[in-house]
């Protein structure tokens, strides 16, 4: 079993249209975050919620919004796609315990914008 | 804010020779996590060592050690005997400890290996 599942993998669609990427956890952790990987490969935070609750909100345009219907998910819906939008989005989930704090990711969704 | 600088973007060695990726870091904390994530061209981050600050001894995987010095904020990666399968981008990374942090990333090394 995927321990965090990401779907679609691949998304390729217009400029100006609005999508979603879903984000399941199984590992039981309080925490789950979406990062972006630019052109450049470089990685950035850009939300995290624990228990369903936003805690990280980093500076992104307010066309990105998550949802945490539980903590198991966290999905991204994205308004008015843009050619910039265009990265591999990455969801992870983290869990603070006696052993430590490790963040395991998904293996991330290629989005496209035409 | 924290930030992590890896100053090396690409770095190659012949397969069976051992390499280091260096990664220096900036924090006012003093308890943090830093780790070392393999990127390869299918784009999974894979998790290859984690280092907790508050222990002084470096972590070790098989093949991959890194050597901590948190007085210098330095944290490299040593890649032992490399095997084409390490060919991939590796990326430096900081985690406050504490829930709920994110962690921060350098810019990345990308690493070839060669036969």
């Known amino acids: 079993d995927t321990a965090v599942s990401q779907t679609p993998k691949y998304l390729v669609t217009q400029m100006g249209n609005d999508k979603s990427i879903k984000c399941e956890q199984n590992?039981?952790?309080?925490?789950m975050y979406w990062y972006k990987q630019d052109s450049k490969k470089f990685l950035k935070i850009m939300f995290s919620y624990n228990n369903k609750e936003l805690i990280i909100n980093e500076t992104v345009p307010n066309r990105f919004s998550p949802k945490s219907p539980d903590k198991a998910h966290l999905n991204l819906h994205i308004n008015s796609l843009e050619l910039g939008d265009s990265a591999v989005y990455f969801c992870?989930?983290?869990?603070?315990?006696?052993?430590?704090?490790?963040?395991?990711f998904g293996e991330g969704s290629w989005l496209t914008v035409v | 804010a924290q930030t992590v600088t890896q100053s090396q973007p690409e770095m190659s060695v012949q397969e069976a020779e051992t390499v280091t990726l260096s990664c220096t870091y900036d924090?006012?904390?003093?308890?943090?996590?830093l780790f070392w994530y393999k990127q390869p061209p299918s784009r999974q981050m894979i998790l290859v060592i984690r280092q907790e600050a508050y222990k002084q001894q470096n972590a070790t995987e098989n093949r991959f050690s890194v050597n901590f010095q948190k007085a210098a904020k330095s944290f490299s990666l040593k890649i032992s005997d490399s095997q084409l399968g390490d060919t991939a981008m590796y990326f430096c990374?900081?985690?406050?400890?504490?829930?709920?942090?994110?962690?921060?990333f350098g810019k990345g090394t990308t690493l070839s290996v060669s036969s």
């Open positions: 992870a989930s983290s869990q603070l315990d006696n052993s430590g704090n490790t963040i395991y």
């Open positions: 924090t006012s904390e003093n308890n943090y996590y």
């Open positions: 590992l039981g952790h309080d925490t």
């Open positions: 990374a900081f985690m406050k400890q504490e829930g709920g942090t994110a962690l921060i």
